[in-house]
């Protein structure tokens, strides 16, 4: 598994750098004792690597069997998983896969199905914890719906939090979705709802640790 930076975090990185570049240096120029400046470079360095470790990129390679496997859109802990009305475009009963996750996970969103996206539409809202489960309705979203190959439909759902409030979508009608390439990208701490059919077999629990592009968490019905 290769890892890199995501170029969602290039120009934050870069700029963070000259930041404390400038910081450090007027620090070791003007300060004294010499322990301050010390503590000012420590912290930089400290804070600097949490936010590369926050934009890497891992590419990652699905071994499994790939027909009508639904795979988890990103790293984190399933927070809820249950039997809801999705009001706003399937507009009927599904299963609800809610996977939270914190500023240490990777936040790179992957397909959860091979499939062809349908619709890609974007939500204004809020910005409350995106633990809640409300969440979900009422925070600031964007919404994927993909048509997997056995032809069940499956949305997903990017949902900003009190921390994260930039959603970016590389998804588009029309495009070709695949489980080992990326959907999109959540920017600080955020939450991910995957909507599967009422008879999607799943294969996780609440509490459980999952990795995006990797880790199974349901199979949808066999066709006929």
């Known amino acids: 598994m290769k890892v890199k930076i995501h170029r969602e975090g290039t120009n934050i990185l870069i700029i963070l750098m000259l ?9 070791w120029m003007f300060i004294r004792p010499a322990a301050i400046p010390t503590v000012f470079s420590s912290i930089s360095g400290v804070l600097y690597l949490l936010v590369v470790n926050f934009f890497r990129s891992p590419r990652r390679t699905f071994h499994g ?11 984190g802990t399933v927070v809820a998983l249950e039997e809801v009305f999705e009001p706003e475009v399937l507009r009927r009963k599904v299963k609800m896969l809610s996977v939270f996750m914190t500023v240490f996970n990777v936040h790179a969103n992957w397909f959860p199905i091979d ?3 349908l619709m890609v539409r974007h939500h204004r809202g809020r910005f409350l914890s995106a633990y809640l489960p409300k969440a979900s309705i009422e925070n600031e979203r964007s919404t994927v719906l993909i048509r997997a190959t056995n032809g069940q439909e499956i949305l997903v759902r ?12 590389y998804a588009e009608p029309g495009d070709q979705a695949n489980i080992e390439e990326h959907m999109g990208f959540i920017k600080f701490g955020s939450r991910v709802d995957i909507y599967l059919p009422l008879d999607a077999e799943i ?3 609440i509490g459980d640790k999952i990795t995006g592009g990797v880790t199974e968490v349901a199979r949808l019905r ?3």
């Open 115 to 117: 499939g062809e996206v």
């Open 203 to 205: 294969y996780v629990k």
């Open 65 to 75: 069997d790939r027909k009508d496997v639904v795979v988890s859109s990103v790293d």
């Open 158 to 169: 990017q949902i900003a939090g009190a921390v994260a409030r930039r959603i970016v979508t």
């Open 19 to 27: 930041i404390l570049i400038v910081i450090n240096l007027s620090a």
């Open 222 to 224: 066999k066709e006929d």
